[in-house]
């Protein structure tokens, strides 16, 4: 049950940074390959100011939340300036500079990382696992509320105009370089965020676990699941994050399978498995057509 | 006063001199045309006026402001919306939206809503309904834009030109790559858009639609003005039937290639 519990919590982890993963990737069409430098933000502000600074964890989630979000609008303007593959390779950049600076800067502890990160407390009930997992799953439900209100409201579908074609969403009074700010700020501010669960819930954090290979991990769950909605970000989070831990042997060879996974997915699926335009969404599409149409002309 | 006018207007890329000291003025609700053979810098003219490229000299007055080098989306704030050359639609997204995030306003009021739902704007809503009732589109609203066909394609680029209700409307070459059934109807909806009150500024290769359409005629060749007036001025104009034999140019064929009106 326990062991249950700690999948269910590191699934829900990867699910929210895939989700907020998506608003830069799949809402704006920006590649991003620095998401876990975001979540290496927000864990390590949080265990620095937790066990050298004592401030409680409630405080620590805004702060992660807001040192990741500024972090996050820096890129975004970095890559006003940047063509789409430079931008990528920037992104890649990034993961190492910031490993580096988790390494050689004193405040964050140097190479052996942060140990005893304390417990989150309500009260005198201490964070189980459970707790742990309701509060992943209400980050969750958060980040994924935002998303879905995004794709309805004027900045989202701004967004979606971006991504398509960016000098005619200029010519049509957009503000390109601020709204691609904006998804970046929003993005990375989210992927903070979960940082400041996800450090208490290892109780250590140490550089080397925010790197590039991290970052490949989530872009690899939301291209699998499809790129430009919620539901196949959560997808890919569910089902990469439960393939290592369903099938012993994968995690042996977990970047092995999930680079062999991405490349087959960007060559024959690129769309990914519930993307917008993917066959499994086009086949529910058809099948519930016909329900759509009796529906249409049933009585009103 | 000129709506928009256009003084020494001149961009050179590298050693190119792709505009030379273009002069022009475009009255309120007038029709413009500016033709001239391929490579003459149609659309570079467009392009320094919407502000999709910066002039190296001269001005751009708009609505008696200068304006010269403002990015597009100030332009289209402002007043100026366009249609491209190579159709350009939002592919992913459906015909109704392409229209409705085209609508969001001014810069204020648009980071004002920017937060908001699009489907709480019942006036916005409405004005979309009437676009795409008059540009045809009705029955493929819900369709995504990039399966629409060329015909289509040019109408929706107008119809989302025309949703925050500009001033002045650049069209660059609609007609191209839509058949010959297809011109006049999509002239008989340019020539509404003008009626209603609007100024429009047309970049055309065919140059009998063109015509048939304008109260003016500019004729560029190779950077410069080389004659403007009326369109039967133009026709007989010795420089602009020149400039035309003198390259493979127009699809107008004929002993005069600016041809019969259509």
């Given at each position: 049950m326990s062991y249950l519990l700690v999948v269910g919590v590191t699934i829900a982890i990867y699910a929210v940074l895939t989700v907020a993963l998506n608003m830069v990737v799949g809402y704006v069409g920006q590649p991003n390959l620095a998401q876990s430098a975001f979540l290496g933000l927000g864990a390590y502000f949080a265990a620095v100011l937790s066990t050298r600074y004592h401030l409680g964890f409630w405080w620590t989630i805004p702060v992660a939340f807001g040192v990741a979000g500024i972090a996050g609008f820096a890129l975004g303007a970095i890559s006003l300036r940047l063509r789409e593959d430079f931008l990528a390779i920037t992104t890649i950049g990034l993961n190492f500079v910031m490993v580096a600076v988790f390494q050689y800067l004193p405040f964050f502890g140097g190479a052996v990382g942060i140990y005893s990160i304390p417990v989150p407390s309500i009260g005198e009930h201490h964070f189980g696992n459970l707790d742990y997992l309701i509060l992943a799953a209400a980050m969750l439900a958060l980040v994924v509320g935002v998303s879905k209100y995004l794709e309805r409201s004027w900045l989202g579908a701004?967004?979606?105009?971006?991504?398509?074609?960016?000098?005619?969403?200029?010519?049509?009074?957009?503000?390109?370089?601020?709204?691609?700010?904006?998804?970046?700020?929003?993005?990375?501010?989210?992927?903070?965020?979960?940082?400041?669960?996800?450090?208490p819930f290892l109780s250590a954090v140490t550089p080397t676990s925010f790197g590039f290979t991290e970052s490949v991990v989530i872009l690899s769950m939301l291209i699998f699941g499809g790129l430009g909605t919620v539901r196949g970000a959560l997808l890919g989070a569910l089902v990469l994050g439960a393939l290592p831990e369903a099938f012993r042997f994968i995690s042996n060879f977990r970047l092995l399978t999930y680079g062999v996974i991405l490349l087959l997915m960007l060559r024959f699926q690129p769309q990914g498995l519930a993307g917008e335009a993917s066959a499994v969404s086009r086949l529910v599409g058809r099948l519930a057509s016909p329900l759509r149409k009796s529906r249409d002309h049933g009585p009103a | 006063m000129a709506l928009l006018e256009v003084e020494r207007l001149t961009v050179r890329f590298g050693g190119l001199v792709a505009l030379d000291a273009i002069d022009l003025a475009v009255e309120k609700g007038q029709f413009v045309s500016v033709i001239g053979p391929n490579g003459a810098g149609k659309t570079t003219l467009f392009n320094a006026i919407a502000g999709a490229i910066r002039p190296s000299e001269g001005l751009v007055r708009f609505d008696g402001r200068e304006v010269q080098g403002s990015p597009s989306a100030r332009m289209s704030h402002l007043g100026v919306r366009r249609s491209f050359q190579v159709a350009r639609p939002f592919a992913s997204m459906t015909v109704r939206e392409n229209i409705r995030v085209a609508a969001a306003g001014k810069a204020l009021l648009q980071s004002l809503r920017c937060l908001g739902l699009r489907s709480r704007d019942r006036g916005i809503a409405e004005r979309v309904d009437e676009l795409l009732e008059t540009f045809g589109l009705a029955r493929l609203a819900e369709r995504k834009a990039?399966?629409?066909?060329?015909?289509?394609?040019?109408?929706?680029e107008i119809a989302r030109a025309l949703s925050s209700r500009p001033s002045l409307l650049l069209l660059d070459e609609p007609a191209a790559g839509i058949g010959a059934d297809g011109i006049g109807p999509l002239a008989q909806l340019i020539r509404g858009v003008h009626r209603s009150g609007l100024t429009v500024m047309l970049v055309e290769h065919y140059v009998g639609f063109a015509l048939s359409l304008s109260d003016r005629v500019v004729v560029l060749d190779e950077g410069r003005k080389i004659a403007e007036g009326g369109p039967e001025e133009v026709r007989r104009d010795e420089r602009v039937i020149a400039a035309y034999l003198g390259k493979e140019g127009s699809r107008s064929t004929g002993t005069n290639p600016l041809g019969g009106g259509a």
């Open positions: 701004s967004l979606f105009a971006i991504r398509d074609d960016e000098s005619a969403a200029a010519s049509v009074g957009i503000p390109v370089a601020s709204y691609k700010v904006v998804a970046f700020t929003l993005s990375a501010a989210f992927a903070g965020m979960v940082g400041s669960l996800y450090a | 990039g399966e629409l066909n060329m015909g289509e394609l040019r109408r929706l």
